[in-house]
């Protein structure tokens, strides 16, 4: 794996676990009685505060000033962020498990949509990294719907003899009052405004290369919408009232680890391999679950876990092998080393 690759490569799959971990315990908390609004309120405004410090010390030499264009292009990514968020919790409260990662796992697809129609990525059925790609991205996806909707026998049974204690048994609970259809076409919402995200703050990262100071800024505005829709929703005023409990604890580990850390990380890599290979990562959150559930939990393995991981793991090999590709032709053609640099220089983005 090219040097410049495998960063990328180690600082998604940490994104992944951050994702991941930080969901087991927000849903702990909230069935505890945070409500999920002010979760989110508290955690972006704790993020915000943690980040703006190391604004002033860092990405002062590829810090531009800031013009009314980058604020709109980051008022207008938090808004596209707030609005994935309340809408995926919305659709959380519809839908079932089962469709829930089903619609996630297609943020790859629509992010690679989105990047051709944007001309992020160039499609070139000639070129082994194009076809690397696009096949490594269907592969994965086909994976990740194999481990959502094929159980198969157990391999390892569980330990526990409570049934359907797992993580995403626990996490989305199909209600009999769910509305499946509004449920999907919520979840969907989600998964392309999670793909659009990817794609505008790549054209934002063009213009204002400073990761800190645009994930400040993306907390902040988040943090504002956030809290201008919760104080409709949530109008208990003792429900902004933190314990010192498993809420309390929520809070912190999703506004440094689920939020400040996470979007750093994933910025980070965004701004040097590309939203297609950033979203691609997504459909390991279902491996990772499943290991957690394994691990810790002491849930049953089944079979289809271990084919659908299998072949999501081949899926991401396979796009980083032409994503690896891709990066020496352009070094040996002397683009410039910068994913961003090199696909978005031929046409203005957004």
């Known amino acids: 794996m090219a040097m410049g690759i495998s960063m990328p490569f180690v600082g998604m799959v940490m994104v992944i676990l951050a994702q991941v971990t930080s969901l087991i315990l927000n849903k702990e908390a909230m069935a505890s009685g945070l409500s999920e609004y002010v979760l989110a309120v508290y955690s972006f405004a704790l993020a915000a505060l943690i980040i703006l410090p190391f604004c002033f010390f860092f990405n002062r030499s590829e810090r531009p000033p800031l013009s009314f264009s980058i604020i ?15 809408m995926g919790l919305a ?16 943020i790859p697809a629509f992010t690679f949509i989105l990047a051709l129609l944007f001309r992020m990525e160039k ?46 048994s626990n996490l989305f609970l199909f209600s009999e009052k769910s509305h499946w259809v509004l449920g999907g076409l919520l979840l969907a919402a989600d998964s392309f405004l999670t793909s659009l995200w990817f794609i505008v703050q790549a054209s934002i990262l063009k213009k204002y290369p400073a990761v800190l100071i645009t994930v400040f800024f993306y907390c902040f505005f988040v943090c504002i919408q956030c809290a201008l829709v919760s104080l409709i929703l949530v109008q208990d005023l003792s429900a902004w009232r933190l314990k010192p409990n498993i809420g309390l604890l929520a809070v912190l580990y999703y506004g440094i680890v689920g939020i400040s850390f ?77 994913c961003l640099e090199s696909s978005t220089e031929r046409v203005p983005l957004l």
């Open 91 to 106: 659709g959380l409260n519809y839908a079932s498990a089962t469709l829930n990662t089903a619609m996630l796992n297609l």
């Open 262 to 338: 996470r979007t750093n990380m994933c910025t980070w890599c965004l701004q040097r391999t590309g939203p297609v290979y950033v979203s691609m990562f997504k459909p390991l959150a279902v491996v990772f679950a499943d290991v957690i559930d394994v691990i810790f939990l002491g849930q049953a393995l089944y079979l289809g876990s271990l084919i659908g991981a299998a072949v999501i793991i081949s899926g991401l090999y396979v796009v980083i092998w032409g994503k690896a590709r891709e990066e020496k032709s352009n070094e040996n053609s002397g683009e410039g080393q910068n």
């Open 123 to 168: 499609l070139n059925w000639r070129s082994s990294s194009s076809q690397a790609k696009t096949i490594g991205t269907v592969v994965s996806i086909t994976g990740a719907f194999v481990v959502t909707f094929y159980k198969g026998p157990a391999v390892i049974h569980a330990r526990l003899s409570s049934a359907g204690t797992g993580l995403f």
């Open 72 to 86: 709109s292009r980051l008022f207008l990514l938090s808004f596209i962020g707030s609005s994935g968020l309340l």
